[in-house]
């Protein structure tokens, strides 16, 4: 596969910055992430997996940056690092503060430019887009529009932000029709209803990715490609597993699948991805699924519609 990319422009990184959310249990902590030239940057929110936090996820957060993003790593009350346990009273309410943390950071990218030396005066704030792996995949779908089924069916109130322009939805729970009994019964908020999900977005999947949580297999981290309007892409990793070769972080214990050529892909993708449909560069799109299909074979596979 072709390694062209975009070269990488020297970043800088700030944290913890604290993000007001009235009522949250704890204070926000995130990261902020930027390169140290440019301007008119566009910004992308970040939600880390279960017990993750603003410290993970450096194989993303640092090429998005390199490639000219300001990226934003909240860190949400489910994270190790002094965050809520499964078995504390309020945790069955923490999807609903990953949500709210996500809208908060968007509420104050004043906050987020002034952390940051340099930054001030330098983000777009009309060029915004929302990522997310796994748990963080469901929370970011919120914003783009995915609701959440209630176990009796009923839906949610919507919580789709018309700020975000664009997604990036890695390993995305599936719909909730598939939970296992267990996690129907300790996970009820895993029920994403795909079907208002109409901002344009990228699905990176991997084919290997056998959940526990569900009864369906591999497949079922497609349903967010398949289900929903907005869903444009779908990058399927070749034995790609929860990880999806390491994005999680660099040689870290919880990859189970390490590739530094999965990593390589999803960068690339993801990055052209978001350079296309946050207007930066309409070429960068087309070049990556013209690779991918060229020169793809063993490592992903794009399919577009």
């Known amino acids: 596969m072709s390694t062209s990319t975009i070269p990488a422009a020297p970043i800088s990184s700030v944290k913890p910055v604290v993000v007001p959310v009235p009522g949250r249990p704890a204070p926000l902590l995130a990261r902020v992430t930027a390169p140290l030239h440019g301007e008119r940057l566009p910004v992308v929110v970040l939600s880390h997996g279960n017990?993750?936090?603003?410290?993970?996820?450096?194989?993303?957060?640092?090429?998005?940056?390199?490639?000219?993003?300001?990226?934003?790593?909240?860190?949400?009350?489910d994270s190790r690092a002094g965050g809520l346990g499964h078995d504390d009273p309020a945790f069955s309410d923490v999807w609903r503060w990953r949500i709210a943390d996500?809208?908060?950071?968007l509420d104050h990218l004043d906050v987020v430019e002034a952390a940051l030396p340099g930054l001030a005066g330098r983000v777009d704030r009309e060029r915004v887009a929302i990522a997310g792996h796994s748990w963080g995949a469901q929370t970011a779908g919120a914003l783009l529009g995915a609701g959440v089924l209630s176990a009796d069916g009923a839906l949610e109130e919507s919580f789709a932000?018309?700020?975000?322009?664009?997604?990036v939805l890695l390993a995305a729970t599936g719909t909730g029709d598939s939970l296992t009994p267990f996690a129907a019964e300790h996970l009820p908020f895993m029920r994403p209803a795909y079907a208002q999900l109409t901002t344009?977005?990228?699905v990176v999947t991997g084919d290997a990715d056998d959940s526990a949580l569900s009864t369906r297999g591999p497949d079922w981290f497609t349903d967010a490609y398949h289900l929903s309007p907005g869903a444009e892409a779908l990058l399927t990793l070749s034995g790609g597993e929860h990880s999806l070769g390491g994005v999680v972080g660099h040689e870290v214990a919880e990859t189970t699948d390490a590739s530094p050529e999965r990593v390589a892909l999803v960068q690339r993708v993801t990055t052209a991805w978001l350079r296309f449909r946050l207007g930066l560069d309409d070429a960068a799109w087309p070049a990556a699924v013209a690779d991918v299909r060229r020169t793809g074979a063993g490592i992903g596979d794009l399919t577009t519609r």
Do not use: N
Request: proline residues 10%; hydrophobic residues 45%.
């Open 51 to 77: 017990g993750w936090s603003m410290d993970g996820y450096a194989p993303l957060a640092e090429h998005w940056a390199g490639a000219g993003f300001v990226v934003v790593q909240p860190t949400h009350l």
């Open 102 to 105: 996500l809208t908060a950071v």
């Open 161 to 167: 932000d018309p700020r975000v322009r664009a997604g």
């Open 200 to 202: 344009p977005t990228l």
